[in-house]
């Protein structure tokens, strides 16, 4: 891949309300991207269910490490 067909975070999170899962070098999940304009709102069930389930974290616990 060349530099220049790289793409940032805010470059991939194009749509309003997209939200991201971003993960270290090893695997592990680091944090989870919640859009500003819904950062006050419940995450969606599906992305609790994703998170509970593939990656045995529950985001209600960890909702204070958001990054946005």
Request: proline residues 4%; hydrophobic residues 35%; glycine residues 2%.
């Amino acid at each position: 891949m060349s530099k220049k067909d790289k793409t940032t975070l805010d470059e991939a999170v194009k749509q309003e309300g997209d939200y991201a899962l971003i993960f270290d070098k090893q695997g592990e999940l680091v944090s989870l991207f919640v859009p500003e304009e819904l950062s006050y709102d419940p995450i969606p069930v599906n992305i609790k269910e994703i998170c509970k389930h593939m990656l045995n974290i529950d985001v209600e616990k960890y909702q204070e490490r958001r990054l946005h």
